[in-house]
T-cell receptor, first 113, second 109 residues
Framework: IAGITQAPTSQILAAGRRMTLRCTQD?????MYWYRQDLGLGLRLIHY???????GKGEVPDGFSVSRANTDDFPLTLASAVPSQTSVYFC????????????FGPGTRLTVL | GQNIDQPTEMTATEGAIVQINCTYQ??????LFWYQQHAGEAPTFLSY??LDGLEEKGRFSSFLSRSKGYSYLLLKELQMKDSASYLC??????????WGAGTKLIIKP
């Protein structure tokens, strides 16, 4: 693989179900990010990780959790999905943190019914 | 609060020039990014400005005025493939990126 991959590409989920969105990068970037993108709104940061073993909350973290056990993987978990979490989710990475250019994965389109 | 303003939508003709403006009000400034996003795809990096002035990269140029809180992206010799959304983002004092909602650019033949 080259760059950032996300899985699944799309998902329809019943409200109340647990879901993990996967993100893997092979660029050995230190920092990784999860964004959601909704129509008419800019990208909004959910959680971030500046380096393996550390995570931080972004602008809209409620209802989401992340972990960063190693450099390459940064999964995003919805503990109990709600319809307002219907969105397109993008994972991104950068070398040194937000100071550097961020590179995005292809996105996951999630629908919560 | 922090705010990034861009026009929602613009239309231009193939072969012409278009300027997409971005104004920002953020807590601190550590650089401004422009990204391109085709429908249904991920954003891709176009340009980065941290000092005042014009940065040229092929058909695309980006300008920054920090005193005015203003940037623009200039696209020359427009091609149909330039139809996309263009996202402006500013790094604030905490080095977090604040994103505008994006400008949808429609190119007509």
């Amino acid at each position: 693989i080259a760059g950032i991959t996300q899985a699944p590409t799309s998902q329809i989920l019943a409200a109340g179900r647990r879901m993990t969105l996967r993100c893997t990068q092979d660029m050995r970037h230190n920092a990784m990010y999860w964004y959601r993108q909704d129509l008419g709104l800019g990208l909004r940061l959910i959680h971030y990780s500046n380096t393996a073993g550390t995570t931080g909350k972004g602008e809209v973290p409620d209802g989401f959790s992340v972990s960063r056990a190693n450099t390459d993987d940064f999964p995003l978990t919805l503990a109990s999905a709600v319809p307002s979490q219907t969105s397109v989710y993008f994972c991104a990475s950068s070398e040194q943190g937000a100071a550097d250019t961020q590179y995005f994965g292809p996105g996951t389109r999630l629908t919560v019914l | 609060g922090q705010n990034i303003d861009q026009p929602t939508e613009m239309t231009a003709t193939e072969g012409a020039i278009v300027q997409i403006n971005c104004t920002y009000q953020t807590s601190g400034f550590n650089g401004l990014f422009w990204y391109q996003q085709h429908a249904g795809e991920a954003p891709t990096f176009l340009s980065y400005n941290v000092l005042d002035g014009l940065e040229e990269k092929g058909r695309f140029s980006s300008f920054l005025s920090r005193s005015k809180g203003y940037s623009y992206l200039l696209l020359k010799e427009l091609q149909m493939k330039d139809s996309a959304s263009y996202l402006c983002a500013v790094k604030d004092s905490n080095y977090q990126l604040i994103w505008g909602a994006g400008t949808k650019l429609i190119i007509k033949p």
